[in-house]
């Protein structure tokens, strides 16, 4: 499947965050807290939209499927990477480490394509208010929200199959604790430049799409805010929009970082301290910022309270 006859590289070896052995037993008990309280913040999320009718409205819907997301988007890597914590040596297999990066992208892609329908979600509710149920029925969001996911599917299998026909014949060591197209791309014993522009551009034409589309929904957003005449109607028209905008620009900051930007060397300490923000921290974020900004999500949980 993954082109094994053709390298002679069986596992891969993770270097992980290469931290001193003394700080690894705290840092495991620390992204373990993370993983724990991000599975069970985006699950109390996705149980809310599905249990409160009140929720049952097209924004939630998507918070839901952005949830659903973040829980198998962070344990794509977070598990492997607390397993290398407390191991001498941090092996992956050739294949597991191409399925470890198949899903990682995968759903890092549905997560971009999420938060684009987001903000156009957020651009129809503010900027047309009155047509908003036409322009944004049940049937319409769902089929944006299965569209989303069944576009990254195959739009992942692209760069993934690219890397794994590559040539692989030592080294086998990974300097990360993820399988990432980068470090993957410097173990290849030919380097294909054109292999490399082609997957540089493919994962660039993707973030600067929907980062693009999702920049146009929220200048329409700001433009028509600005226009209420009350304070009080811009600050309620703002906050409808803020918990979302948040998670862009984190999110988006920080894979176009790592993924739109010159050849060269770029110091790997740097770049997994960039990695475990958007790997491990920003799913825990997602259920944080949109429980404590969102009213509705907060008499949600009151209401669930209440009655257990």
């Known amino acids: 499947m993954w082109g094994r006859n053709q390298t002679e590289v069986n596992v891969f070896i993770l270097y992980g965050l ?14 373990l807290g993370i993983y724990t309280l991000t599975l069970v913040g985006n699950m109390i999320i996705i149980m809310l939209v599905w249990s409160e009718p009140r929720l049952h409205k097209p924004m939630y819907i998507f918070l839901g499927n952005l949830s659903f997301v973040e829980i198998w988007y962070t344990t794509s890597t977070v598990p492997k990477m607390l397993s290398g914590l407390l191991s001498r040596i941090n092996y992956i297999s050739f294949n597991g480490c ?14 971009c394509f999420l938060l684009t329908v987001m903000g156009y979600d957020r651009y129809l509710a503010i ?4 047509r908003y149920h036409v322009l944004m029925s049940s049937r319409k969001c769902s089929c944006l929200a299965a569209s989303c996911w069944i576009i990254s599917l195959f739009w992942s299998l692209f760069p993934i199959t690219l890397v794994s026909q590559l040539p692989f014949c030592g080294p086998n060591e ?4 993820l399988c990432d197209p980068g470090p993957l791309l410097e173990l290849s014993c030919v380097r294909y430049y054109k292999t490399e522009m082609a997957i540089s551009v493919y994962i660039a034409l993707m973030l600067l799409l929907t980062f693009s589309f999702t920049l146009i929904s929220y200048t329409f957003i700001i433009q028509t805010i600005v226009k209420i005449p009350s304070s009080s109607g811009r600050l309620k028209a703002f906050s409808t929009c803020a918990s979302h905008l948040i998670v862009v620009t984190i999110f988006f900051g920080c894979v176009m970082y790592m993924y739109i930007r010159p050849p060269g060397k770029h110091p790997f300490s740097f770049d997994k301290v960039v990695a475990v923000f958007y790997t491990v921290v920003t799913p825990l974020l997602n259920p944080v910022i949109y429980a404590l900004r969102n009213k509705e999500v907060l008499d949600a949980v009151k209401k669930i309270m209440v009655i257990h």
């Not at 290469?18 to 992204?31: E, G, M, Y």
């Not at 900027?127 to 009155?130: A, F, I, K, M, N």
């Open 174 to 177: 990974i300097n990360h604790f």
């Open 98 to 111: 191409f399925l470890q990066f198949y899903f990682f992208f995968c759903l890092g892609t549905t997560e």
């Open 18 to 31: 290469s931290v001193h052995q003394d700080a690894q037993v705290p840092l495991f008990a620390l992204f």
């Open 127 to 130: 900027c047309h208010p009155l």
